[in-house]
């Protein structure tokens, strides 16, 4: 396909098609990108990405990274580094130093490389891809400390290893040369002044929008063009300082507490959706699978090396008395897939070595592109895997993050809590969670709005929300916040009193109708006072849900779901409450009445 707009339009449908595929299937998205590239590209001949874009074609991946590395820098919290910020360092500047020893001993002695080429090659290797990372966190649910840890050594790496790349490659192409200390400095300064730069950039945008002074509309677009406009100037100075330039001015406008914050963050988030599927894809159709002929045993025993060894010992010696346990260690030493920007790199310097005289330069893209692949298939279907077993990951099962705490929602967590099942209560009033604590059953003293709850709550552990505070605006406020994190479809609240139908709020500011439309607060705590209770009943072949209903006491509700590996499901009035065998059904009714079944709790 040959065509530029067939080719851009194909690029785009065929990368979201496949990111819902892999939500869908719960698989990798990025290992389906690059096997959805290479049939298209190589195998298949439909998309030709050198030949469709020409010139544009390495400007369009520059910029892509550049917006990626941008979103990257707005997701990163300062709250984060409270208890990442030794190992982030760590892994920032001894760890780099260790991986580019590493690798070059590895590069020489095992790969055959000349020490110029190997000293390049782990330079390049050094960059641990935000574009592969931040995706595979997305569908890996780590619980937070690790996965700050991966989130940041990957945008913090990725510019400065690209960096390291070329300051290197100019050393290595005039050596001995009057003008390399002074080559030095310059890079060293381009670094300092990209950074200052992309500050600067950042702060002064944030200030007009605390002035008020860019329209709602524009702020994610504006701050897309900024950061792209940063990216650009920036390389003026030196080429890769840009993508430095535009982390940085991500991290600060990240940071300055906008109140439009989030709005911009949901913007970008959605730009690099489309930006990574379309930047594999391209990248992966784009592969000469020619290149790759030209490895042999010695450049397989370095790919293993890099992946077994150099990798794991850098991460275990950089980290040794920065506070981090060893199951964190581990998981850092495995986990560090390659991407985008070591592709990019490669493929600038790998034919200016070969160029200026190193003939084995031409072995530089292949070895990246082969470790590239090898680390985002090893390490796209072993994240989860290998979180799990070190127990790093989420909760097994999804839980129930509870905002309110009255007589009713503490009896719900309490009883959650006997069954096992993940669940928090969060309320403002340390007096109104007294029953709950007493019970053992997990609070949250505070306010479920604030930037404390967000660096305090690990948010992976829950699968729904329910907002049941008594106030109705309080409620749409907090599920309005919290959707982005649990999907719309998972944030709860009780439904609006019956009335004229152009009157009511519509869907987008308020959660999923708890339970029964015409419910209220008040009818289930009058209820409680009543007397009523919860129970749980396990279902089987012989006793069904319609049984279970059938011999309910009258008035009882269904209230949620238990299942042994989704966790919990809660009834909603907008859709049929259903369960199956070998599930648990929590319903609330009358004091001493059963419902039949497997009752195990009255």
Not at 462 to 490: K, M, T
Not at 552 to 563: F, K, M, T
Request: charged share 15%.
């Amino acid at each position: 396909m040959s065509n530029l707009t067939e080719t851009l339009a194909l690029i785009a449908a065929l990368g979201i098609a496949v990111q819902w595929v892999g939500w869908r299937a719960r698989v990798p998205t990025i290992v389906l990108l690059l096997g959805c590239g290479l049939l298209a590209g190589p195998v298949l001949g439909v998309i030709r990405p050198s030949e469709s874009l020409g010139p544009a074609y390495p400007a369009l991946i520059e910029l892509g990274v550049a917006a990626i590395l941008f979103e990257g820098g707005l997701s990163l919290r300062w709250h984060e580094l409270r208890q990442t910020a030794a190992g982030v360092w760590r892994l920032a500047t001894v760890g780099v130093a260790l991986s580019l020893g590493l690798g070059t001993l590895a590069a020489h002695l095992l790969g055959g490389l000349s020490w110029s080429v190997a000293l390049v090659f782990a330079a390049i290797a050094v960059v641990t891809g935000p574009t592969v990372i931040l995706p595979l966190l997305r569908q890996a649910r780590l619980r937070r400390r690790p996965a700050s840890l991966l989130k940041w050594e990957g945008i913090v790496n990725d510019p400065i290893g690209a960096l390291l790349a070329v300051v290197l490659f100019e050393a290595m192409v005039s050596p001995g040369s009057p003008e390399l200390g002074h080559t030095l400095a310059e890079l060293l300064l381009g670094l300092i002044g990209a950074a200052a730069f992309g500050a600067a950039a950042g702060w002064s945008l944030g200030r007009l929008y605390l002035a008020g002074q860019v329209p709602e509309y524009l702020k994610g677009a504006l701050a897309l063009g900024v950061a792209l406009g940063v990216f650009a100037l920036a390389n003026l100075v030196f080429v890769e300082s840009g993508l430095v330039a535009a982390t940085v001015m991500g991290v600060v406008l990240g940071n300055m507490g906008l109140p439009s914050i989030e709005e911009v963050r949901r913007f970008k988030e959605s730009v690099a959706v489309l930006l990574v599927s379309g930047i594999f894809l391209l990248l992966s159709a784009d592969l000469d699978p020619e290149i790759l002929l030209a490895l042999d045993w010695r450049s397989a025993l370095l790919i293993v090396a890099m992946v077994l060894v150099v990798r794991p010992l850098a991460v275990l010696l950089a980290t040794l008395g920065s506070g981090l346990e060893w199951r964190e260690r581990v998981l850092l030493g495995w986990i560090a897939p390659r991407g985008i920007v070591a592709a990019a790199v490669a493929g600038v310097l790998g034919p200016g070595l070969v160029a200026r005289g190193f003939a084995d330069g031409a072995l530089l893209l292949p070895l990246v592109f082969t470790l590239i692949l090898v680390t985002v298939v090893a390490h796209g279907f072993s994240l989860g895997w290998l979180a799990r077993r070190l127990g790093l990951s989420a909760a097994a099962r999804e839980g129930l993050l509870i905002c309110g705490a009255s007589p009713w929602s503490c009896a719900l967590a309490e009883t959650l809590h006997a069954q096992q099942v993940p669940v928090r209560l969060a309320d403002r009033s340390w007096h109104r969670l007294r029953a709950a604590r007493q019970a053992g059953v997990p609070v949250y003293y505070g306010e479920l709005l604030s930037e404390h709850a967000e660096g305090e709550l690990e948010l992976t552990d829950f699968g729904s929300l329910l907002a049941i505070s008594g106030n109705d605006a309080y409620d749409s406020l907090i599920c309005a916040q919290y959707a982005p994190a649990f999907e719309r479809r998972r944030v709860y609240q009780f439904p609006v009193e019956s009335g004229h139908a152009q009157r009511r709020p519509g869907a987008g500011s308020r959660g999923r109708p708890f339970l029964s439309e015409g419910l209220q607060f008040e009818d289930l705590q009058r209820e409680w006072y009543r007397g009523w209770t919860f129970q749980v009943t396990r279902l089987g072949e012989g006793f069904d849900l319609d049984a279970l209903r059938r011999s309910l006491p009258e008035g009882a509700r269904l209230v949620l779901l238990i299942d042994a590996t989704e966790g919990v499901r809660l009834a909603a009035a907008d859709a049929p409450f259903r369960a199956a065998p070998g599930q648990r059904v929590l319903w609330f009714g009358p004091k001493g009445e059963r419902g039949g079944g497997g009752d195990e709790r009255g």
